[in-house]
Every structure is written in C-alpha cells, then in structure tokens.
C-alpha cells in the first residue's frame, strides 16, 4: 500500500486532467454552497443558554459542546498558571476519507465545504466531517453522505483508523477519529464531492486556505513509510533535498534516535512533567470577562469568545447560531529540518498543553502566535522562532496560510512553514528531538502522539516528495 500511495504522490493529473478544471469546477460549487456569517452577542445566540450559577455556555439538547473554564497549571511553561475558558466536546466525531482505484491510481475522494469560521469560505474537506451529534441527527437536519462506509468497514481495506487529538489550547480532551477507507464497488459521486490524486492534493496543500484542517490531519495518517521508496520515485527525485526527504520515509533510514528510545523519552517527559489542568465554572476564570457580548481578556491576547448566527445552502442544517474562538492574531507552525547522511530530520518538541489526554504530544518545532508572547513576562520568544522567522528565502521549504478547524475557530490560521537548517546544526534543547519521516509515520498508526500542529505540516512535508517548492497554478480565473 504505501508503494500505490507513492504512485498517487506521483500523479499530478487523474479524474480532473488539469488544475483549470478543478478550478472550474471549485468555481461552480462557491455558487452552489454560499454561506452568511456574522458575529451576535453570545446572550443572543439561538438554542444556546449560559448555566445561572456556572455561566457555562451549553446547547439546549445537552449535545455538541460547551463552553467552560479550565484552571491550569504546567511547570516549564511560559506562563506556568493560569485560567482560560475551554471547548468541551466529548464525544467523538468521525474525519474520514474514501479512496478507490481509478485506471491504477489511487483517489482520494474530497468534498467541497463551508464552515462559518473559514477565512474564504468553501475549502476541500474530508469525504465526511461529522461529530456524533451531527451523524446521529440531533441538529434534525439530513444523512451525512458516505457515512456508512466508516460506520461499517467489514467490506472494505481500512489504510488508517486512530483517534487523535484536537488543539489542545482551545479543546478539552477532544478526539476524532481518522479514517482512510479503501473502497472497490462503484460509488455515486454526489454533488459538492471529487475525486483526486494524492499528486494533486500536494499541489493544492501548496495554497493558502484551500484544503481545510481535517483533510490535512487524516492524509497525514496514511502510510507513508516503506522499503524501497527511492526506486518508485526514480527520475522524479529532482534535487538532494528531495532525494532526502524520500529516504526519510524508508524503513530501512538511520535513525537519529532508535523507535525504543524515542517511545521512552516522550513517556519520561510525560511522567516528570507536573501538571494540572481542572475543568472550573466560567464565571469564576480569572482574568477575563464577560462583556459586550463576547468573552475576552482586557489586554485582548490569545483569543475570544464570540458568537456567531450562520445562514447556509448546501449543508445539513440551513440556520444555526453558535459559540467560537476567535484568535487574536495568525500563529506560525513550522519545522526545522536538515540533511544528515542522506537522510531528512525532522526537529520535534514534547509539548504539553492543558486539554492533552496524555500531557504531551509530539508538537512542531515553533508553535506558537508571537504576539501572545508579548503579553508573558519578559516577553521571551519561544525556541528557535527567530531561526523559523529570519530565515533566508533559500531556506524555506514550505510555506503557507491555512484554516483551522472552521466548525469551532474564527477565521484562525497559521503560517506553516518547513525551513531547512544546516548539517551541522546542533543547538537542540531539551525537550526536543530529531526524527524521521518513518519514525512519524510509525507513530501516526497510534493516537495522541503527534498533535494537530504537526500533523498538518507532516501532510504539509510529504507535498515536497517530488519537487523541491511545489508549485500551485494560480487560481485566479476563479
């Protein structure tokens, strides 16, 4: 499998034979899938209702989430306590993607979305993206499409099926579980969904605020890593870097740490790192307010509570309204890489962030929004932000805006970036580690390892399989 997944990195064209008719197509669906957002005070917002004692924000049903405080405590953080108001989502929703053979090449099936909280409107998301309460109809409204497949997978090849977490920032303990279902029948395609290469799904990751966060985190459980790569790849691997990246992902890579010992520090920092995080009544969060219709810090850092009324055609439910987080600014994610013998590295970090099930997660090199750090004593930029930032064109491997999660974010995006640094870069703290693309691979069959944030640049990193920058044909005729 993971050799028929290299041949769809390689096919740049497939069911659409050329990005102008992707386009043309994407064009056709923002005419038929429009939605109206806008931003309501939280007191007027539809079905919802603010508990009297706790001031907890809750769906009338009891379902969907809520909104809460959390008390938290990390050593070796920045802040090391502090209190913030949490999602608390329960339940488990399903992101899953359909695949199928078409004259020998893998596709992936792709559905064209509007969530209220995108940037641009419709991005390209998984064959389904449903919570429990959307799939089990609470909100009343129509079957999810393509469901059954991944409620019932004894007919077909299932590539991948983990449960992962979600921001562990803005989420309390919230996992979904991915899903990459081979199929063999023929499949109705209904309207808003289309088939595409993995090849052309790279190029598309290579554009800001196109294929959406739930895409980038379920392609990137796929099974990557295998033995004989490099021979599948042949003539396509056009530079060193390419050639490297490529070995990254064999089995058979040197490893700068062996799969035991990576296992066995991130269970040591897990273990030796003191931490508490406690969900608490939202009235009683510390250093922040309830006022003019929103919930937010007085210096206005790190995020705020809004509420938003939604008008959509093309969705299970046509009118909603709805609680979100608004960040305050655009955050970075990025990943140091290097060269080392032939091979690509990858520099990780254990990150702990208080709605984690496990403490710590495999996060990216630099994960943060600068301008938060403005707000922390001192005013200290996190590791490694300034090689990340200051990088020189040469260096910057990838690098894109995308969407967060759009159901429950407003208009929150991150800069995604991969730059490379030099062979003999050593400067590693503590609490980071160099990997490979097989060790990640490898840990992506398991939940809670790597977190959101890494999961989109490791999708992100495997679009440089075949070219060095991939490029994107300018949408611009849309």
């Known amino acids: 499998m993971p050799l028929q997944i290299a041949r769809s990195v390689l096919a740049t064209s497939g069911l659409f034979p050329d990005f102008g008719r992707f386009h043309q197509w994407l064009t056709d669906q923002k005419r038929h899938a429009s939605m109206e957002v806008r931003v309501v005070p939280l007191d007027e917002l539809a079905g919802w209702h603010t508990h009297p004692v706790t001031g907890n924000i809750a769906h009338e049903s009891g379902r969907f989430y809520s909104v809460e405080g959390l008390d938290v405590r990390i050593e070796q953080t ?12 329960p339940e488990v929703g399903i992101l899953g993607i359909l695949v199928k053979e078409f004259d020998g090449v893998l596709h992936f099936l792709m559905q064209a979305k509007v969530e209220p909280g995108n940037h641009n409107g419709l991005q390209l998301s998984p064959t389904v993206q449903a919570t429990r309460s959307n799939f089990t109809r609470v909100h009343r409204g129509a079957r999810v499409p393509y469901l059954d497949y991944f409620r019932d997978t004894s007919r077909h090849q ?6 992962q977490s979600e921001q562990g920032s803005w989420f309390h303990r919230k996992r979904n579980r991915n899903m990459v279902v081979r199929v063999e029948e023929d499949i109705e395609l209904r309207d808003g969904f289309c ?5 052309q799904l790279h190029r598309l990751l290579a554009a800001d605020d196109l294929v959406n966060m739930d895409a980038r985190t379920v392609l990137s459980c796929l099974p990557f890593a295998a033995t004989g790569l490099s021979g599948v790849y042949g003539s396509t691997v056009a530079s060193p870097f390419t050639s490297c990246l490529v070995r990254s992902c064999e089995l058979e890579a040197a490893e700068p740490h062996t799969m035991n010992a990576l296992l066995g520090w991130i269970t040591e920092v897990r273990s030796g790192l003191d931490s508490h995080a406690e969900r608490i009544p939202l009235r009683d969060v510390e250093g922040w307010r309830r006022a003019d219709g929103r ?20 969705r299970e439910v046509r009118t909603w309204s709805q609680p979100m987080i608004q960040p305050c600014d655009e955050g970075v994610c990025a990943f140091l890489v290097k060269k080392a013998d032939g091979v690509l590295q990858v520099l990780v970090q254990a990150k702990a962030e208080p709605g984690f099930v496990d403490v710590v997660e495999l996060a990216p090199t630099v994960q943060c929004t600068p301008s938060n ?8 930029r996190p590791p490694y932000l300034t090689e990340v930032l200051d990088a020189r064109p040469e260096q910057i491997r990838f ?3 995308h969407s967060e999660e759009g159901g429950r974010f407003f208009h929150a995006r991150n800069r995604y970036l991969v730059v490379e640094v030099a062979e003999d870069f050593d400067a590693v703290r503590p609490g980071y580690r160099w990997v490979t693309l097989a060790q990640l691979s490898a840990l992506l069959r398991h939940s809670h390892y790597l977190n959101v944030e890494a999961r989109s640049l490791v999708a992100c990193l495997h679009t440089l399989s075949v070219r060095p920058r991939p490029a994107f044909e300018s949408a611009a005729e849309d």
């Open 399 to 401: 690098d894109a805006v």
């Open 78 to 89: 920045f802040a090391g306590s502090w209190q913030q108001p949490i999602l608390n989502q």
């Open 195 to 199: 088939w595409l290469t993995l090849g």
């Open 295 to 314: 919930i937010a810090r007085p210096d206005g850092a790190f995020f705020t509570v809004v509420g938003v009324q939604v008008s959509a055609v093309g």
């Open 158 to 163: 299932v590539l991948a099926d983990v449960r």
């Open 373 to 380: 750090h403005d707000a922390l004593p001192g005013g200290e």
